[in-house]
Protein backbone atom coordinates (compact mmCIF):
# COMPACT_ATOMS: atom_id res chain seq x y z
CA UNK A 1 0.00 0.00 0.00
CA UNK A 2 2.66 2.41 0.58
CA UNK A 3 4.39 1.46 -2.51
CA UNK A 4 1.59 2.66 -4.16
CA UNK A 5 1.05 5.64 -2.59
CA UNK A 6 4.42 6.88 -2.92
CA UNK A 7 4.48 5.92 -6.17
CA UNK A 8 1.29 8.36 -7.39
CA UNK A 9 2.85 10.94 -5.03
CA UNK A 10 5.55 10.98 -7.28
CA UNK A 11 3.67 10.47 -10.39
CA UNK A 12 1.46 13.31 -9.95
CA UNK A 13 4.75 15.44 -8.79
CA UNK A 14 6.57 14.45 -12.14
CA UNK A 15 3.07 15.32 -14.39
CA UNK A 16 3.39 18.69 -12.32
CA UNK A 17 7.02 19.26 -13.43
CA UNK A 18 6.08 18.48 -16.94
CA UNK A 19 3.01 20.54 -17.31
CA UNK A 20 2.97 23.10 -20.08
CA UNK A 21 3.44 26.49 -19.24
CA UNK A 22 0.33 28.78 -18.04
CA UNK A 23 -1.35 31.39 -19.53
CA UNK A 24 0.50 33.49 -16.53
CA UNK A 25 3.85 32.11 -17.53
CA UNK A 26 3.07 32.95 -20.83
CA UNK A 27 2.18 36.65 -19.77
CA UNK A 28 5.58 36.91 -17.88
CA UNK A 29 7.13 35.94 -21.03
CA UNK A 30 5.90 38.31 -23.40
CA UNK A 31 6.06 40.89 -20.02
CA UNK A 32 9.96 40.02 -20.45
CA UNK A 33 10.04 39.88 -24.26
CA UNK A 34 8.58 43.13 -24.21
CA UNK A 35 10.82 44.68 -21.35
CA UNK A 36 14.28 43.42 -23.36
CA UNK A 37 12.86 44.87 -26.38
CA UNK A 38 12.47 48.41 -24.47
CA UNK A 39 15.38 48.24 -22.76
CA UNK A 40 17.43 51.33 -22.98
CA UNK A 41 19.26 52.75 -19.79
CA UNK A 42 21.39 51.40 -17.19
CA UNK A 43 18.49 50.59 -14.88
CA UNK A 44 16.65 48.83 -17.36
CA UNK A 45 19.17 46.46 -18.02
CA UNK A 46 20.46 46.10 -14.10
CA UNK A 47 16.83 45.01 -13.32
CA UNK A 48 16.71 42.47 -16.55
CA UNK A 49 20.60 41.32 -15.25
CA UNK A 50 18.58 40.42 -11.75
CA UNK A 51 15.87 39.20 -13.52
CA UNK A 52 17.76 36.30 -15.22
CA UNK A 53 20.35 35.72 -12.91
CA UNK A 54 17.04 34.91 -10.55
CA UNK A 55 16.01 32.91 -13.18
CA UNK A 56 18.88 30.96 -13.70
CA UNK A 57 18.65 30.57 -10.08
CA UNK A 58 15.69 28.48 -10.38
CA UNK A 59 16.36 26.57 -13.37
CA UNK A 60 19.15 25.24 -11.18
CA UNK A 61 17.10 24.27 -7.90
CA UNK A 62 14.52 22.34 -10.30
CA UNK A 63 17.61 21.02 -12.14
CA UNK A 64 18.94 19.68 -9.03
CA UNK A 65 15.37 18.62 -7.51
CA UNK A 66 15.18 16.45 -10.56
CA UNK A 67 18.46 15.18 -10.59
CA UNK A 68 17.62 14.26 -6.85
CA UNK A 69 14.65 11.87 -7.86
CA UNK A 70 16.84 10.50 -10.67
CA UNK A 71 18.94 9.13 -8.23
CA UNK A 72 15.51 8.31 -6.52
CA UNK A 73 14.60 6.36 -9.13
CA UNK A 74 18.08 4.46 -9.84
CA UNK A 75 17.92 3.56 -6.40
CA UNK A 76 14.52 2.32 -6.35
CA UNK A 77 13.78 0.70 -9.82
CA UNK A 78 12.57 -2.33 -8.41
CA UNK A 79 9.47 -0.14 -7.08
CA UNK A 80 8.74 0.70 -10.25
CA UNK A 81 8.83 -1.94 -12.42
CA UNK A 82 8.58 -1.86 -15.78
CA UNK A 83 7.61 2.41 -15.57
CA UNK A 84 11.34 2.69 -14.14
CA UNK A 85 13.01 3.09 -17.31
CA UNK A 86 10.29 5.63 -18.44
CA UNK A 87 10.95 7.41 -15.48
CA UNK A 88 14.64 8.10 -15.62
CA UNK A 89 14.92 8.77 -18.57
CA UNK A 90 11.91 11.76 -18.79
CA UNK A 91 13.32 13.32 -15.21
CA UNK A 92 17.25 12.91 -16.85
CA UNK A 93 15.49 15.04 -20.06
CA UNK A 94 13.85 16.95 -17.44
CA UNK A 95 16.86 17.90 -15.45
CA UNK A 96 19.12 18.55 -18.75
CA UNK A 97 16.15 21.14 -19.86
CA UNK A 98 16.53 23.19 -16.93
CA UNK A 99 20.24 23.11 -16.84
CA UNK A 100 20.59 24.44 -20.37
CA UNK A 101 17.61 27.01 -19.54
CA UNK A 102 19.52 27.85 -16.61
CA UNK A 103 22.71 27.93 -18.83
CA UNK A 104 20.93 30.47 -21.39
CA UNK A 105 19.57 32.72 -18.42
CA UNK A 106 22.95 33.10 -17.18
CA UNK A 107 24.33 34.20 -21.38
CA UNK A 108 21.43 36.46 -21.11
CA UNK A 109 21.98 37.89 -17.87
CA UNK A 110 25.95 38.48 -18.82
CA UNK A 111 24.73 40.28 -22.04
CA UNK A 112 22.60 42.83 -20.26
CA UNK A 113 25.39 43.09 -17.64
CA UNK A 114 27.65 44.19 -20.17
CA UNK A 115 24.90 46.76 -21.66
CA UNK A 116 24.55 48.16 -18.78
CA UNK A 117 27.77 48.90 -18.22
CA UNK A 118 28.00 50.38 -21.81
CA UNK A 119 24.57 52.65 -21.18
CA UNK A 120 26.22 53.83 -17.48
CA UNK A 121 29.06 54.88 -20.00
CA UNK A 122 27.31 56.91 -22.76
CA UNK A 123 25.27 58.32 -19.45
CA UNK A 124 28.65 59.65 -17.81
CA UNK A 125 29.28 60.75 -21.41
CA UNK A 126 26.62 62.66 -21.95
CA UNK A 127 26.40 64.03 -18.33
CA UNK A 128 30.34 64.89 -18.83
CA UNK A 129 29.82 66.90 -22.04
CA UNK A 130 27.64 69.18 -20.93
Known amino acids: MK ?5 AALSLGLLASCAQMTPLEDGQNAAIHQAVQNARTRSDHEALTKYFEGAARQMNTKAEEQKKL ?6 K ?24 TAEANIKEAA ?4 MAREAAQREYA ?5
Open 70 to 75: LEHYEE
Open 111 to 114: AHRQ
Open 77 to 100: AYLYGRQAENMKSHTWALARKYEE
Open 3 to 7: TRVLF
Open 126 to 130: AHDGK
